[in-house]
T-cell receptor, first 112, second 114 residues
């Protein structure tokens, strides 16, 4: 079945630096790739997503890139702030269905 | 009120007990999911339902059962709880009619089996 690998598992940066989280997927039929942010004591929240017909998408300080040939996608956060500290999950759709397979998560810590 | 509500938020139960986790939603979404979160393992799919009469197993369904009582309600049961079912459980919803595929998650139920 579909497998999604996510790296790194933890990431520490200084406020103002950029952060990059990378994911690879195995199912070439995957066509939807969302990213979720999970704050302490809360459920994951969708922050950005990308479809297979698009190579890059940006929303203010966050951006996602997709390389379908290599089967990997990345989350980029610029000008990080302490409130960006959270666990981030990538996910990939299974075939054409609305099921998502999640990566193992990245704990991002932004130090002031 | 939250769009996706999970009850209880926290629960401690004993090995062998039956327990039910409940999820209700006001999003009007037709699809509902139960995921389990463990440290280092991410979110793993237990069961999912695409409409009231549809129930499907996910990757880790053993030891669990579900009931879709209505479009807005999806409950997860542990028939005989065991310690390795200690985890954070999330309910999620999505809408098959929307162009997007994003899930809306509840706040989670932290279950401890002793």
């Amino acid at each position: 079945g579909e497998n999604v690998e996510q790296h790194p598992s933890t990431l520490s940066v200084q406020e103002g630096d950029s952060a990059v989280i990378k994911c690879t997927y195995s199912d070439s039929a995957s066509n939807y790739f969302p990213w979720y942010k999970q704050e302490l004591g809360k459920g994951p929240q969708l922050i950005i997503d990308i479809r297979s017909n698009v190579g890059e998408k940006k929303d203010q300080r966050i951006a996602v890139t997709l390389n379908k040939t290599a089967k990997h996608f990345s989350l980029h956060i610029t000008e990080t702030q302490p409130e960006d500290s959270a666990v981030y999950f990538c996910a990939a759709s299974i075939g054409g269905f609305q099921k998502l397979v999640f990566g193992t998560g990245t704990r991002l810590l932004v130090s002031p | 009120d939250a769009d996706v509500t999970q009850t209880p938020r926290n629960r401690i139960t004993k090995t062998g007990k039956r327990i039910m986790l409940e999820c209700s939603q006001t999003k009007g979404h037709d699809r509902m999911y139960w995921y389990r979160q463990d440290p280092g393992l991410g979110l793993r799919l237990i069961y999912y339902s695409f409409d009231v009469k549809d129930i499907n197993k996910g990757e880790i369904s053993d030891g669990y059962s579900v009931s879709r009582q209505a479009q807005a309600k999806f409950s997860l049961s542990l028939e005989s709880a065991i310690p390795n079912q200690t985890a954070l459980y999330f309910c999620a919803t999505s809408d098959s009619g929307q162009a997007g595929y994003g899930y809306t998650f509840g706040s989670g139920t932290r279950l401890t089996v002793v």
